[in-house]
């Protein structure tokens, strides 16, 4: 199973800290989020800045990631100020 954390306004707006789901890429990972919990966006979860197991991925190649067992997806949304 992997674990998805959630931080910044991605946890407020939705209440939720994390939660677990099956193995597959980012794509299938973020896709049972959004069936899991509908009140967060695919948008904001596009968005996102992710790290794998504490580790930065960017780009679009990192929808393809392949995450393992045990493995832990956190999602940061993205800050704006000035």
Do not use: W, Y
Not at 25 to 43: G, K, M, Y
């Amino acid at each position: 199973m992997i674990t998805v954390k959630f931080f910044g306004l991605i946890s407020v707006d939705s209440n939720i800290r994390q939660l677990i789901v099956k193995e597959g890429t980012v794509r299938q990972v973020l896709d049972e989020v959004i069936q899991s919990c509908p009140n967060i966006s695919e948008h904001k979860l596009e968005q996102a800045i992710m790290f794998v197991n504490k580790k930065h991925i960017s780009g679009n190649k990192r929808f393809s990631v392949v995450l393992k067992d045990g493995d832990e997806l956190a999602l940061l949304s993205p800050s704006s100020g000035g």
